[in-house]
């Protein structure tokens, strides 16, 4: 099977993967007797025809962003961490304790302070699957599945038993203090020209960005990067050049980690300013989504979570306004994590197929 | 603690413990063969809503399981076709399916009835309701274990005792046939069985279409016995416990049994924080009993408690040109 | 809330006083289910954003994050039932529950045989705690030396919606003696109810009325008229009146479940002693006991 | 049915115009091949020559592209191996096609069964057994786990496996790269047994040797052609060599004499175990010195990896070492490849895929491969220098002649040897005081053999302690300035090249000591 042109490598497949993904999508709508065409427009109007819609997909988006590329980081270690869900939700709780027990002048500082406890919390809970792995060979991706279930029930206890305020009903933290608000995007001069209503979008945007950068930079100029990606496409050919298993899989997590953790600061501390259950809402795993679209670059990944931005504030939409059940959302994300992901080697034989094809063609013309 | 509750528990710990004793005896099939699942999940799922929704219209929860098998296999095809005939990342391939189910079980359910992706309420023959063991009543008076026969053993679904003889068969169909002896080389060594002749994807399909039914089987359980409908997510992790179950029993049926009553046992003991706390005399918080399953393999797979060794060649496709 | 709008009970309820207000008005409503915490804020400013005016919604989870929109929507009319949110432009309903439960711990009292009852709530929340308290002092109304079996399905809003657990429960119940159960769990409730009908033995709905779930094996069920709430609410539409209004026996807002379906399970007798106490209730000769007034029952514990 | 009546004995096998392309790769062109029954066929030819696809092909392994296969005289489509089987084909894999963690038996069966039981079907593969190790003499513990047995008993198992589907047609595909000596000579005893009793053996190898002194036949590939099938009788070891390369052999690379300076490693009572436990080296002693080759000679596996990896840095090990008077750690801190490579040992591995090249990498990334905190490859304390490692790639490819000199091409869209010679200028471009160099020219066409050669030559002669592995006995005697023989994890002995010869190597190397007495 000959190779494919790089192009088609990087953006074909993944355009034609994601087109497989919406088409059966959209039959799945006609199945349950909806119109396509018009889901269609109800997802563009609410997410992007209007300020407050990219409000939302803006926000979603920035927490996809750090878990995508949390997920990509490990990629190239050859990790496959699904524990973005279980690290996100710790992530939560070092900015809540953060924010709720150290008194902060300014919001600024209360970001820096905040986007460490994430990053710590969600480091160390990738911290403990990383060891098992690079001591005892423990399989990283069912060890980071259980870590999600144990982070589940010690957030559960946390809240109710520990940071629920006394009277309170609900398992939550008690609001965080007003030095704590982050800008949003209707609250950043120049910004707020165009959102004038209340949106979740906030500064948190700007440092996913800046991270998406970041992680290319690590990746594919430092040494450490090189390392990584060595060790991700052979570990012996990496232990012949000295480099260290157990140190790599170990900073490689941990970063990963750390990532997911500092989603915290988006939805946590930029949205709902307190400590909410399962606050991560899924996010995590949708990094998986995201970083497989995203083809594990951050280029990719910034693209592909503006997508699932996108396709999250359109399916609220759609079970505001339409009789399509919220859970479309999820059945489109199962739906390009198995194209882009599982399915990758099909389309490419089918790409290559029809790129045989024209060549001949063309050697038939010549 | 008295002897009446610890009867209690030990009737809900069968109950509880049989869907994951089916998923588990199912993730055995198909990762003993190479390819790892950890779509069990959303298998039982679909198999869940398929039965519920169909045992409604019919009436019948025989028809039911009957179609959540068929709902599982669809699911299961779509495993084997990505993993074995495309040779794509089963892991990934496991993930996508979980939530494809998660989903589409919704959106069905909701196009179906339109009751917020339930199924209506299932009632007489369109469940699988308990039977009682023949003696049951008259055994009740020998003392200890007259009640224990009377209150734990009998008075569950067919569908229970149905897994803990599937067990049984795993154990036979593993060990004492050609096709056990073929599916543990499978996971072992593909190439062996290829070079003496035998088809090595055959062989894996028919071990992920075992997975199939076996999941199918856990979701009707879920739908049509131990609940009466299908509810939104109602399998609630129960695949990926399994999974954890057959990890601490490092991939064989029997150890698979004990593994599964014994997490059963602990959501049994989740249900009732109070004798937890009647026992250890402090205050245990509900979500510790809940992660215990977890936190326990984790041990296993750090090796602590014996290692777990997956079959070698499992999750990697097969391919003869390197 | 999280128990899902078709969780036969509580959602439902206000499900059912939309719908009759659209009926009988012709009007038009917006109804949003919550998939997770996270999203309720989105959901309530999406509506008032969109225009809707007045946003209903129900459970007390809304509380925090109302204080918050309440203020960003001044021209807008919002109602919450269960919780009391002190804002111009919200009018918050909260309900006696314990003067319900009590009617039905009677009920449950003169109805059991073993002088063993149970009750089974959903999030372990003062709420719920006032209902078991209320039905509590009603069962020992009855019968002072009868025992009341208590437990809670979780402590998160999930345990609005596991009926595994709430069936699980039941049946510890059941083998505890318990002849009748209460279930005070929104969806778990639902597993409770299925799992008393196969024990054979009485259950005790709540909220809407569940008792054609299984038709003569549903007790009766504590009435809390939420659908009333969300009707006037949405009949009072952009004209209506912010604040606090209780509703309790007196004015209606809560009772228990007379039908053909529970008809053969409560006897004259029976309904007349219940009557009775209801009354007395209604002026204020019964005091019923407030949970959520100090924290502490005087009949149960939790 | 083994009737050889003279010339036009009926052939068992022929193939017909196979060819078989792996992607790039034309491992097999129009390949033809005449095999008569009763015969023992050498196939022979360097690696990658085309011999395991061939025979992978006639089992039905591998599909070929184009081509006909006939058994016993009829046109056999062999589209799988169990139609092979069928035919009466059976194959011993280069790499053994067995169940770790299966029983002897358990494996025989595999494939084979007796209906759906188990039971019976062991039951009777037992007698089978017995009689098959009694005509053959095969001896094996029938209820012996694989993993727990030696080689030569994994690749019996093989052998029974074949018979036990009463296979007529056997291929060994280099059955005695992986055997002792002895080991060696009784398979070939066993291969003659089965030749008397009328089946036909088809042996793959590249050791002269053995052809000469176990074949009737002998085909001879070259670059995944079939260039020529002679009568072994009929041929010289020295012939065949210069049909497998396609021109003379020079067995002597002209190499000055070697002038030793002061001793820059010494190794002492050197030990490894590996993953199991098992004692790989058993206690090794050398020294090396400036200027100077030390050739390791020895049959695979014997110890002379594990050599490699402890001192390159991939394995820890017991004992001492010094390197340049200076102590070289062989376990925990400062043992890893990268303090090596500081203290100034380069190491080309033996296995180029494996260890040597990251194949998705590009050839720069490669070049900086185990190098990549070298000062003259950063930019600042923070970032790489891409750029200057691009540039030095095109001044090491130059210098090499690696082609095509496209620094920014994968490493697996390169040819083997081009392959090598990359590994090869990364590691001699550092001109280390020790080069640790292993199989420098496997899987290389004979021009690039002569490259790598000179190179290792000249850097000798700068003055760098090499110490050279190689399964070729040839490469061993035509380069190094002093032979150590291994066996079994110790050394058998040194050894001056100019006072030895093959035959005194292969005792040593089949553990025979001068003194005669075996190890
Ligand atoms: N499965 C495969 N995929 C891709 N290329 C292959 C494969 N098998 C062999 N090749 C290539 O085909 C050519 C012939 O390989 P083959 O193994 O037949 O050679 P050989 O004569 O057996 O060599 P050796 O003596 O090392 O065993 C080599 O270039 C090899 O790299
Ligand atoms: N094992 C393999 N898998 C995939 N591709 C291979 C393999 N071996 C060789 N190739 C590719 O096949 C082509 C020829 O490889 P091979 O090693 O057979 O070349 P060669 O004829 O030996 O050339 P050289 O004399 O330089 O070694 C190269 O492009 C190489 O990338
Ligand atoms: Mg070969
Ligand atoms: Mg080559």
Known sequence: MDRLPRWADVALVPFVSLTLAALISALVIIAIGQDPWEAIKVMVQGSVMNAYGWGYTLYYATSFMFTGLAVTVAFHAGLFNIGGEGQAQLGGLGVALVCLFLPWPHWTLALLGASLGAALFGAAWAAIPAYLQAKRGSHIVITTIMFNYIAASLMIFMLVDVLRPPGKMDPATANFPPETHLPSFNEIPGLNLVFTSGVPANVTFFIALAMAVVVWLLLWRTRLGYQIR???????????AGINPTRIIMITMLISGGLAGLMAINNVMGEAERLLGNSASGAGFIGIA???????????????????????????????????????????????????????????????????????????AA | MDYATLLQLLDSTLRLATPLLLACLAGLYSERSGVFDIGLEGKMLVAAMCAGAVAFYTGSAWVGALAGIAGSLVFALIHGVTSITFRGNQLIAGVALNFLASGMTVLVAQYLFGQGGRTPPLEGAARFNPIDLPLSETLKGVPVIGPFYHEVISGHSILVYAAFAIVALTWWVLYRTRYGLRLRAVGENPAAVDTAGVSVPALRFSAVMVTGVLCGLAGAYMATALQAGFGKEMTAGRGYIALAALIFAKWRPIQAMWACLLFGFFQALATRPDIVEGIVQVKIPVSFIEALPYVLTVFVLAGFVGKAIPPRAGGEPYVKER | DLGGKFDKSFNEAAFNGAERWAKETGGTYKELEMQDEAQREQALRRLAESGANPVVMTGFAFGDVLNKVAPDFPNTKFAIVDMVVEQPNVKSVVFNEHEGSYLVGMMAALASKTGTVGFIGGMDIPLIRKFGCGYAQGVKAVNPDAKVVINMTGTTPAAWNDPVKGA????????????????????????VLQAAADEGILSIGVDSNQNYLHPGKVLTSMLKRVDNAVYEAFKEGENLTPGINVMGLANDGVGYAMDENNASLVTPEMQAKVDEAAAKIKSGEIVVHDYMSDNTCPAATF | MANQSGAEAAYAIELKGISKAFGPVQANKDINIAVPKGTIHGIIGENGAGKSTLMSILYGFYKADAGQIFVNGQLT????????????IGMVFQHFKLVQNFTVLENIILGAEEGQMLNTSLTKARKELERLARDYDLEVDPDALIEDLSVGHQQRVEILKALYRQADILILDEPTGVLTPDEADHLFRILKGLKEQGKTVILITHKLREIMEATDNVSVMRRGTMVATVKTAETSPEQLAELMVGRKVLLEVDKGTARPGEVVLKVEDLRVRDEHKVERLKGISFEIRAGEILGIAGVAGNGQSELLAALGGMQAATGTATLKGAPLPLSGAGSDGQSRRRSGIAHVPEDRHHHGLILDFTAWENVAFGYFNDPRYQKNALFMDNDAIRADTERKMAKFDVRPPIPTLAAKSFSGGNQQKIVVAREMEQNPAL????????????????????????????????????????????LSDRIAVMFDGRIMGFRDPEKTDERELGLLMAGVTGKGEAA
Do not use: C
């Not at chain 1, 060595?230 to 012949?240: D, I, L, M, N, T």
């Open chain 1, 230 to 240: 060595a060790f991700g496409k052979s570990e012996p050919a990496a232990r012949y």
């Open chain 4, 435 to 478: 080069l640790l160099i292993g199989q420098p020219t496997r899987g290389v066409d004979i021009g690039a053999i002569e490259f790598i050669h000179k190179q290792i030559i000249a850097l000798r002669d700068a003055g760098a302690a090499i110490l050279l592995v190689s399964v070729e006995l040839d490469e061993i005697m035509s």
């Open chain 3, 168 to 191: 699980e429960l039941a049946k510890g119940q059941k083998a505890q003696g318990a002849d009748v159960i209460y279930a005070a769990a929104g969806g778990t409730g639902v597993g």
């Open chain 1, 290 to 364: 995201v970083a497989l679209m995203g083809r594990n670059h951050p280029v990719g990944v910034v693209l592909a979570a503006l997508l699932f931005g996108f396709l999250f504030q359109g399916g609220a939409e759609l079970g505001l306004w339409t009789k399509i059940p919220i859970e479309l959302r999820t059945v489109v994300q199962g739906l390009v994590i198995l194209f882009t992901g599982a399915l990758d080697m099909m389309v490419r034989m089918l790409l290559t197929r029809i790129f045989a094809l024209f060549r001949t063609r063309k050697l038939e």
């Open chain 4, 77 to 88: 489509p062999i589209p799988d191996s169990q139609s092979a089987i069928r035919a009466g």
